[in-house]
């Protein structure tokens, strides 16, 4: 599975737009993108994924670029509950095949 | 909603015992997985299995074992605890139908301090 590059650390205002970045430059053509979120003391937990369409769901937006090198996951009104560490992973199987490799993240912190 | 409850949400024991975490699904799920989470190193995946009474060694499969007699339980076994199996253990099941529409839900989590 490609390797993704995910910023550190980011801040986000309560009620702004939360646009987190992801790049998979090594992606491969039947990867997919999936974005799972860990709140503090919790398991993580699934938000969205996708080939190379955008997406959208009730929890977020999932933006893939044409060449599919790089994503952006939007949460479009975040709230302090979105705090939490934001997992990027391309992979071919979405963990049926124990293939998930859950990174560093980035640490998303909502200010009020 | 599909639940995974793990047993325990913290747990202490001490070096040399024989250590049981249990998790059980309630959706019916044929893939269930076992990960371990360290600061600094994200999740690790120990053992999972897609279906009763098989299993597939993950990435660090050393030190543990599991079981799953019924399809709505898999059981992590340490056989002889030692510290640095001091983690916080996550489980997580899933539905077999291919990468469209496949998620992982995961439990809560149970941190193990091992003494």
């Known amino acids: 599975d490609a390797k993704t590059t995910q910023p550190t650390s980011m801040d986000c205002a309560e009620g702004r737009a939360a646009n987190l970045p992801c790049n998979h430059s090594?992606?491969?053509?039947?990867?997919?993108v999936y974005w799972y979120r860990q709140i503090h003391s919790q398991g993580p937990q699934y938000i969205i994924h996708?080939?190379?369409n955008n997406e959208t769901n009730e929890m977020a937006s999932l933006i893939i670029t044409e060449d599919r090198k790089s994503s952006t996951l939007i949460l479009p009104h975040a709230t302090l509950r979105d705090t939490a560490v934001y997992y990027c992973?391309?992979?071919?199987?979405?963990?049926?095949?124990?293939?998930?490799?859950f990174g560093k993240g980035t640490k998303l912190s909502v200010k009020p | 909603d599909v639940k995974v409850t793990q047993s325990s949400r913290y747990l202490v024991k001490r070096t040399g015992e024989k250590v049981f975490l249990e998790c059980v699904q309630d959706?019916?799920?044929?893939?269930m997985f076992w990960y371990r989470q360290d600061p600094g190193l994200g999740l690790r995946l120990i053992y999972f299995?897609?279906?009763?009474?098989?299993?597939e060694k993950g990435d660090i499969p050393e030190g543990y074992s599991v079981s799953r007699e019924k399809k709505e339980r898999f059981s992590l076994i340490l056989e002889s605890a030692s510290t640095n199996q001091t983690s916080m253990y996550l489980c997580?099941?899933?539905?077999?139908?291919?990468?469209?529409?496949?998620?992982?839900?995961f439990g809560s989590g149970t941190q193990l301090s091992v003494l």
């Open positions: 992973i391309a992979a071919l199987y979405g963990g049926s095949q124990g293939n998930l490799i």
């Open positions: 299995s897609y279906d009763v009474k098989m299993k």
């Open positions: 090594t992606i491969s053509g039947n990867e997919y």
């Open positions: 997580a099941s899933s539905f077999a139908v291919g990468p469209t529409n496949e998620k992982l839900f």
């Open positions: 996708g080939l190379k």
């Open positions: 959706m019916d799920h044929e893939n």
